[in-house]
C-alpha cells in the first residue's frame, strides 16, 4: 500500500508486520498500554461527571447526580468498546522509517518533531501531516527513541 493509498481509519484486522527492505532493520515497536488506557478514560470519565454536573447544578436540576452516572457511563461503553482497537495498533521504528496502522509509512527523513500530548506521541512530518501514537506507556520514552533514529540529539527537534 502506498502512502496515498492507506485507509482513513486503519482497521486492526489489516494490520500485518511490516516488510522490511533489504539493509533496513527493526529498532523498536509501540503498541498502546492497557494501564495508559484505563487512566486516560478514568481521568476523562472524571473531568466529564464534574463538567456535566456542574451544567445540570446551573440549570437548576435536582438531579445533578445523572451527570456522574451519565458521563462515566458513556466513557466506560466508549472505552470497552474501542479498546481493542486502539490498543491493538503498532507502530514499527526501522533504521530508515517509521511504519504504523493502515500502511501509513513516514521515512525518518520527512519527520520535523514528535511532540508529547498526554498519553500521546504526536508525529509531525515536513509536509505538516500529523500521526497519533496514542496511548504510550513512556511518551517521552517513544519521542526520544524516534529523535535518536532520526539522529536528533537533546530538544533541538
Do not use: C
Amino acid at each position: 500500500m502506498s502512502e496515498q493509498e492507506f485507509e482513513l481509519e486503519p482497521r486492526l484486522e489489516s494490520q500485518t508486520d511490516p516488510d522490511l527492505e533489504p539493509g533496513e532493520r527493526l529498532i523498536d515497536s509501540f503498541s498502546g498500554n492497557l494501564t495508559t488506557y484505563v487512566k486516560e478514560h478514568v481521568l476523562l470519565a472524571a473531568l466529564g461527571s464534574v463538567l456535566m454536573s456542574g451544567i445540570l447544578i446551573y440549570m437548576g436540576n435536582p438531579h445533578a447526580w445523572a451527570g456522574v452516572v451519565g458521563s462515566v457511563a458513556a466513557i466506560a461503553v466508549r472505552g470497552v468498546y474501542v479498546a481493542r482497537e486502539q490498543l491493538g495498533f503498532t507502530w514499527y521504528l526501522t533504521n530508515r522509517r517509521l511504519i504504523g496502522p493502515g500502511g501509513r509509512t513516514i521515512l525518518l527523513e520527512n519527520i520535523e518533531k514528535v511532540n508529547v500530548i498526554f498519553s500521546a506521541a504526536q508525529v509531525v512530518s515536513r509536509t505538516g501531516d500529523k500521526y497519533m501514537m496514542k496511548y504510550q506507556a513512556d511518551t517521552k520514552a517513544t519521542q526520544a527513541a524516534i529523535d535518536r533514529a532520526r539522529g536528533v540529539t537533546g530538544d533541538t527537534a
